[in-house]
């Protein structure tokens, strides 16, 4: 008996194997190797690619395939794929022992690893890298998102040379919108233009959270088979991956249609979700060089980064007003006032912020309305809908007679709503209504004609023309924002705040907290200015250590992870001193995951002050880095001991390794060194000893008593709980000639190296760098100065004696700070200017090109 046949709609796209269609383009060649290096799977072109007599088959050993140099070079870059979806590059490699040098992509699948082949440009890596460098300078100028996105697509079109590059944003109906382009001469825009979610089906955006970069080299090109079709399991080949994973045939007539010969998606994303793509067409075939694609794929990770500070931004602006919003109803509501006796008040206060037609408040059993809302009856009618939603969460909608067919009696008079409750039981609701607004959306192309009639029945086509096609959207009022809706519940606490009518005592607490808000928000922005410019410190500093894109991630990853970690310690026990102890197990717990009795901690636990605790956690982990690499826990047999004593003179650490690989010191060092040797000292005038012994690295920091404070461990002793002279900046020219002379006094060290490496860049002959009041004003009774920088917030001390000095001597001072508010300071303290952090190598620039035209 025949099986119905399913009907053809939208979502068989959803279920397109996309990712097992059991081919790859053929700019390159892929080869499946066994847990043993046997070949399992191939290319059919992988014998021309590689310029073999004949094919590999099933069953052969990697070692007739490739020299015992590149086999080396494989073998290590498979011991770094530690994570399901990890992806190791290598470029330039002699694969075959001919001379020929291709570039390779390692990964995991099905347990099977996969090394995709390239023929290799001749385009370093380095290059590349390089690149990208003055294009993240460009985003940096951007004001606002819009302009973020347009500066991007113009330098990425600049950096690959397609025609049409497309930024790509998604809504939250996952719909999209085309809100940037830079177009070559004579290409079509498609600048505003929507595209339904069906044009990207569920399981291609899940590859592009996977994978994202996902690039089509030759629409028209024939696919190549991978030999044998199907593995063990009965299955093609998992490529979800892959760099040359084929094209779905209904993709590749949706591009042709559009008239695209190449392709390329580079996946935008923002707080682990898929935000947008970069969307790039080219009307010939084109294949870019891996090296250039990795610097492009660089790119876009650092543009979400950039997109993700900017909408962090607008959030931190959002609070502002809603803490505007919050005040203003406040005040407004006098006299223990209901809100519906204050309606009438409050409603101009919520139109400023919260945009509608009318509002209506429903508040133990009283109904009001004001401006275009339903009737009692007709909310009554709709109320027990209201009710059977979940009680303390805004709804929003567009057309609210879709959700709730009550709603339909006053459709004419408001369809949409913003439904805010303001108690659980029984309950009450403020309710915004926005009356029907008849729209225009400029799609591309018709979305709604997916199904054509063909000689073997219907099957699902993309759509032919992808003209500006409109749309006229009536029943809908206009949409409520993702802005607006945060609003909404900053609203609905204000609103049930009101409802509960709090007590003078109450009132009082509010503005006490009040006042401790704008402290805190205060404080907490000159932290977070600091740690921006640490981490840009820490980002400019790693880059000497790294010969690789990955290794660089990996430096600065973890610098900043144990900074994270730290601060996660710290803010735990709000922003109060921390443990040691718990910050050692945390590190060490990260690279002796199950081994954790390899690490033992003894002796006393030291609580350690918030300004010293970020200090010592990026000196603990560069040890237990450099252990896990080189040292004691590098192998199964090493041993790592850790002893902790403290008094009120301060606190010494014991690092003991025992058991490793013999020990020699290192034959060049790095930012990694520097930290660890330089930290404790700089910082927080400590010290800090390092001996590279023969049977294991010992060390000894001792940090000052007002850091720390005492507390005995639980017990006695116990497991862990389960770099020299800089190469100049080429991005610039030298800005400083008449500078020879200069005083940085700044208490972070990293910061401090970060902006002494400017300014030398810059030109200026001779920077000293201080960390304290009294170094400083030493350094000024020695040394002539030409000009100096202050950064005002010492720690515990203030830099305004420097600046009193420098000021008697006549010698020009700019005041660093990440606090906002110090302009009142600068004509106070006779400054030339303020520099607010975090800062960089363009604002330095800035202080010394204002210098020398006043000179």
Known sequence: MNQPLRPV??????REPIHRLGMIQDFGALLALTGDWMVAHRSANFAALLALEALPEPGDPVGTLFGAEAIAQLSKAVSLLIEPDDVERLFDIDLTGDGRAYDCALHTSDGLTIIEIEPHSGDHIDRQLRLVQPILRQLEKAGDLIALCQTAAEQLRGLLEFDRVMVYRFRPDESGEVVAESLAEGT????????????IPQQARE????NRFRIISDVRAAPV?????????????????????SVSPVHIEYLTNMGVEASLSISIVVGGKLWGLFACHHYAPRVLPYTLRTGAELFSELFSLAVERTLGRQQTELVVVGRELHDRLMRAVVGGQSVIEALPTLRPIIQRSLPHDGISAYVEGTYQAIGSAPTEEEFHALRPQLNAAAPSRVIASQQLSERFDTALAFADRAAGALIIPVSRSPRDYVVLWRRELQQTVNWAGNPDKPVEPGPDGDRLSPRRSFASWKQTVSGRSADWTESELRLAENLRVTLIEVILRLTDEVAAERAKAQQQQE???????????????????????SRHDAVSIDEFAGLVGGRINALAAAHDNITRQNWSPASLREL????????????????RIAGDDAMVAPEAYTVLALVIHEMMTNSAKY????????SLEIEVDCDDGGMTLRWKERGGPPVKPPERRGFGSTIIEKSIPFELNGRAQLDYRLSGVEAEFWVPGRFVTCREADDAQTPARGAGARPRDKGGDTLASAIGSMLLVEDSMIIALDTEENLRDL???????QSSVGAALDAIEKNRFDLALLDFNLGTESSEPVAERLKALGVPFWLATGYGEMADKLEEMGASGLLVKPYGREELARILTEFEARG
């Open 584 to 599: 050692i197990e945390t590190e060490a717990e990260a690279y002796v995951s199950g081994k954790m009795d390899r690490v």
């Open 763 to 769: 030109g200026v002959e001779t920077v000293t760098v």
């Open 9 to 14: 709609d939208l979502t068989n796209c959803d």
């Open 225 to 245: 088979p991978i030999e044998p079709g199907l593995g063990e399991d009965g299955e093609p080949l998992d490529l979800s991956l892959s760099t040359l994973r």
């Open 188 to 199: 079509d825009s498609f600048l505003g233009l929507n595209y339904p979610r069906t044009d």
């Open 207 to 210: 590859l592009y959270i996977r």
């Open 631 to 638: 040292g004691s826990l590098c192998d199964r047999r090493g």
């Open 519 to 541: 402290l805190l928000i205060a404080e907490l922005n000159h932290r977070v200015r600091n740690i921006l410019n640490l981490i840009r410190g820490l980002i400019n500093q």
